[in-house]
């Protein structure tokens, strides 16, 4: 059927054009907001390389389907290394993906840039390998290789599944944190998804509508999360603390307030760039500690070098251990610091039905400076 002289081929392909045009359009306006930001954290770097490799992606895609619909005259060398191309942004799609998840959610196997290279080297052999086969063989159908179909679908899953069920198992161990877990883990899923139905239905551009549709409502969470996030540390700020507060229903709740011990000293003898250090440095440490708490943890940076942890659960809880806990994991981490040593004074009050939680926050406070002094006075 014809329309305005142009064939259901040409009117398909304008479609493709104007639905990659306007994905493109919307990559690029978040891709410049997110670096106008001068946000150079490495789970930042990984979400620009990932709107960079979904703009590339979107491009190929666009002249793969002036192949594809014959468009141009050469039309099968446009399929052949279009599809190639996108292909190979596709899997790199899914391996940012991954990084940026699990970096997110703080496991312990991407916090380094040499683990971080090592988790990339399936991606990197497997996309070697795709581009010397699509060099040495004229077949366009090159995913109908088994090997070929390993590098291009099953090697980019595996790392999507697997940020997918470490999610889960987050979200499973800290309620708190239940829906951001849930909510990064799980959206390379729909990116997923989409891409299966562009391969089922190759006459419309799904993945590129979808992924930006996808990319903005991520970008949009990702935007409301910092609000509650405090941009030194990276853990829960004030705001945070005062919306958690009202939820917070358990039986057993306690309260502990930290402060760091003598921290303008090492201000004034090493800097206040290594003073941010050493919060930054306690603040990951007291997150190492709650992560392994099973009972509903709640971390925030209070104010300055103040701190507080509210513990709650149904059972009783044995307070002492876990403060020895964070004491010793301090410790533990000072070894690793050669300037000085992070010491704390910690002040700890249980809710009591007669006290609301701000009260138990005050009192809390209050034994934490009780305990500072005493410290002081020993000196």
Known sequence: MDFLGMSSYDLLFIFYVIAGVISIIVFLVVLGFN?????????????????????????FT?????????????????????????????TYVAFCWFMYVEIMMGAKFSRTKKSRMIIGI???????FVVIISIVTTDVKITKNILVSISLMYIPSAYILFAAIYSLVMAIKHKNNRKRFITYGFFPVGLSVAAILQVLFLELPIYGLASSTLIVILFIYKIHSQVSIDPLTGIN??????????????????????????????????????????????????KKTVGEVKDNCFLARYGG???????????????????????KDIDINNESIEKYNIKV?????????????????ENADEKMYKNKRKKKSRR
């Open 237 to 286: 700020n004030r705001a945070a603390l005062q919306k958690y507060v009202y939820e917070v229903k358990n039986k057993n709740i306690y309260v502990l307030m930290i402060d760091v011990d003598d921290f303008k000293s090492i201000n004034d003898n090493f800097g206040h760039l290594e003073g941010d250090k050493a919060l930054i440095s306690l603040a990951n440490t007291m």
């Open 345 to 361: 004074s910690i002040g700890v009050s249980k809710v009591s039905n007669v006290d609301s939680i701000f009260d138990t926050i």
């Open 122 to 128: 399936p991606i990197l052999i497997a996309n070697v």
């Open 305 to 327: 070098d103040e701190f507080i942890i509210i513990i709650s659960s149904e059972e009783e809880i044995d307070i002492d251990s876990f403060v020895s806990g964070i004491e």
């Open 35 to 59: 670096m106008s930001t001068k946000n150079f954290q490495t789970t930042n770097l990984y979400f620009n390389a990932l709107l960079f490799l979904q703009i590339i992606y979107v491009i």
């Open 62 to 90: 666009i002249t793969w389907a002036m192949g594809y619909f014959k468009i141009v005259p050469n039309y099968m060398f446009f399929l052949r290394y279009s599809k190639m191309m996108y292909f190979l942004a596709g």
